[in-house]
């Protein structure tokens, strides 16, 4: 673990996992599509996807989510890769009407400046905390973040393939095998 540049500086490279989920309209495609837009932010060689998992909604109604997760490197300091993250939700539609309300796109970003088997930045502001604060609870989550990284750590919370074991409360299951 270790502490943060300010997140205003310009990082000169770090790696990220970003979670993905909708439940509105045509889901799979909006995340093929999402996981496009997102390679955009990465930089050469460094972009790689997780299959697409399903995932009942959690303290909300609306269809079942699709889910994905996305590691890449990338020159964007925390609080730029949240802005550019919520301008590719405003590119698909994404309203905020209450809490957990069903969404077109959903982007998260989990983990920030990861090296090796190590978690990275831990951070907490008004805007962004890291690690994502549900991340080590949520199946959804674990299950295609352990297809990327099973044994890297979550600070605060353990490894990851030792979370999604223990994870029973939102069962996730693989919808759909992307290619690379």
Do not use: C
């Amino acid at each position: 673990m270790k502490t943060a540049k300010p997140p205003s500086e310009p990082a000169s490279g770090a790696t990220t996992f970003i979670g993905l989920g909708a439940n509105l309209g045509d889901a799979r495609a909006t995340l093929r599509d999402a996981l496009s837009a997102l390679r955009a932010l990465a930089q050469p060689g460094s972009f790689a996807a997780s299959s697409l998992w399903g995932s009942a909604p959690i303290d909300s109604s609306g269809p079942d989510y699709v889910n994905a997760v996305a590691r890449l490197r990338t020159a964007l300091a925390p609080r730029a890769l949240l802005d550019a993250l919520q301008a590719i939700e405003q590119r698909f539609g994404r309203e905020r009407p209450y809490r957990n309300a069903p969404r077109t796109l959903d982007l998260d970003v989990l983990l920030y400046g990861v090296e090796g088997d190590d978690g990275g930045l831990v951070l907490a502001d008004e805007r962004l905390v890291l690690p994502h604060p549900r991340a080590a609870q949520r199946a959804f989550v674990l299950a295609p973040l352990a297809q990327l990284w099973p044994h890297g750590v979550i600070p605060g919370a353990g490894r990851v393939d030792v979370l999604l074991a223990a994870a029973s409360r939102d069962p996730a299951q693989r919808v759909d095998i992307l290619a690379p």
